[in-house]
């Protein structure tokens, strides 16, 4: 089982965004037995509260299933219990590597390198950009299933 966390400063608009659009891809390509996909957040704030509207109407609109679901906060446990750990940007990472402790085992990354990306995925809750949010999300997601798939030969 390959266990991959998606992370995001609130755990309402980018990383569940990126775990219900990596969930599609795997389920496209008959591989959701061989996945455990989930996010969470990197703050406190938005703990408990579902994902955001524009979210939802993304996911709506790309028809990508999704279903409810409570914001959580990255724990110290989740380094040791997932593969790979996936920010969305710059202050994603330090605070990831500040709850994990490090990154000795080199978990963490920025989904944004999986889509050849030399930034980070802006937080549609500021820009209010769902769409370049999405497209960004989308693009590093099939780079992270293309290169797990490669590296586990599946």
């Not at 599609?24 to 509260?49: C, P």
């Not at 769902?130 to 997601?141: M, S």
Request: proline content about 2%; hydrophobic content about 35%; glycine content about 8%.
């Amino acid at each position: 089982m390959i266990k991959v966390l998606f992370v995001c400063h609130g755990n309402i608009c980018r990383s569940p965004m990126a775990e219900f659009v990596m969930k599609d891809l795997v389920r496209k390509q008959h591989l959701e037995h061989e996945f455990s996909i989930a996010s969470a957040a990197t703050s406190m704030e938005e703990i408990g509260n579902d994902i955001h509207r524009g979210t939802k109407a993304i996911l709506n609109q790309y028809h990508i299933p999704y279903e409810r679901r409570a914001a959580r906060r990255m724990e110290r446990r989740d380094y040791e219990e997932y593969d790979y750990l996936l920010g969305m940007d710059s202050w994603n990472i330090r605070n990831m590597q500040r709850i994990a402790g490090g990154d000795e085992e080199h978990k963490i990354w920025m989904l944004s390198e999986f889509a050849g990306l030399d930034r980070d995925i802006a937080d549609p809750w500021y820009t209010g950009d769902f769409q370049t949010t999405y497209e960004d999300v989308l693009a590093g997601c099939q780079g992270l299933l293309e290169y797990i798939k490669k590296g586990h030969n599946l």
